[in-house]
């Protein structure tokens, strides 16, 4: 079988190592004004390819941004001005993102471990430090992404087998056959499955649920808030930054980075 390479290791501590169109949407979340500043200033030297999307300073903030800008980065102080990072963290199921802890203190640091952290950092906050860790943080995201495009590359190029899925709403059970699956949309903390048959099927689960759970079925994310089944593509519309047409006529926006890598997927398959 074959293997993967590796992830990248860090060679200069005071720069961002990633492809030009790789672009990094980061959200910062502290109490006050300094530090976020602090950090902004520090990553337009060292972090071109770092998009500071927005900030927040307490929890109720940090959780409406980060839904509504779906960052692949946070990062965020242990001190917030309503409480702590960690609360903020626990208002998501399973994080799709990557936390980086800033803190005063090592006080906190196992629980950052406990979080799924890439790091803990501790004020005052040292440039090679803070860029450190962005550096980890990109080569996982890029590793993680190396693995997805593998995997769809692969789903390409095999029959998937039709199994089925068990799926608990409110008040009902579905059972249905993962091929009549069209998409899944991300609606806050839950999940929107589109049935070939055109029903909708609401699950109090996160999109990252199922994510792995379907991969070899064919189905993949493509943006944080899709993910769509390979078998029912009708075609890829490059324009207007780049959609996925179903079979029923659905558009499903295809985030930037993937866009090239699903044009060289088609373009590999005879």
């Keep these: 079988m074959e293997t993967l390479a590796a992830i990248p290791s860090v060679e200069n501590k005071n720069r961002i190592f990633v492809e030009n169109n790789f672009m990094i949407k980061v959200v910062i979340i502290a ?4 530090m976020p500043e602090t950090i902004a200033g520090m990553m337009d030297t060292c972090c071109p390819n770092m998009s500071l999307v927005a900030r927040g300073d307490g929890i109720k903030t940090g959780v409406g941004i980060v839904n509504e800008y779906e960052p692949d980065l946070v990062l965020i102080d242990t001190k917030l001005s309503d409480g702590s990072g960690f609360e903020l ?9 990557k936390i980086i802890f800033i803190s005063s203190s090592l006080d906190y640091a196992i629980t950052a471990i406990k979080f799924n952290a890439v790091d803990y950092i501790l004020k005052p906050i040292d440039e090679g430090e803070l860029t450190l860790a962005i550096n980890k943080a990109v080569d996982m995201i890029r590793f993680e992404e190396n693995l997805q495009q593998k995997a769809m590359g692969e789903s390409l190029r095999e029959l998937i087998n039709s199994q089925r899925l068990v ?15 069209m998409r899944i949309e991300a609606d806050s903390n839950y999940s929107n499955f589109h049935m070939q048959d055109g029903r909708k099927i609401l699950v109090s689960k996160a999109l990252k649920e199922y994510e792995e759970q379907l991969l070899e079925h064919g189905f993949h994310r493509i943006h944080k808030s899709h993910i769509f089944n390979i078998n029912k593509i009708s075609h890829l519309d490059k324009a207007d930054g780049g959609f996925v047409v179903m079979t029923d006529g659905a558009r499903i926006p295809v985030a930037s980075r993937k866009k090239d890598m699903l044009l060289e997927l ?5």
């Design 31 to 34: 109490e006050g004004s300094q």
């Design 89 to 97: 963290i626990r208002h998501f199921d399973k994080p799709d993102f």
């Design 167 to 181: 799926l608990k709403t409110s008040d009902q059970v579905h059972v249905v056959n993962i091929e009549d699956i």
């Design 266 to 270: 088609f373009e590999e398959i005879e």
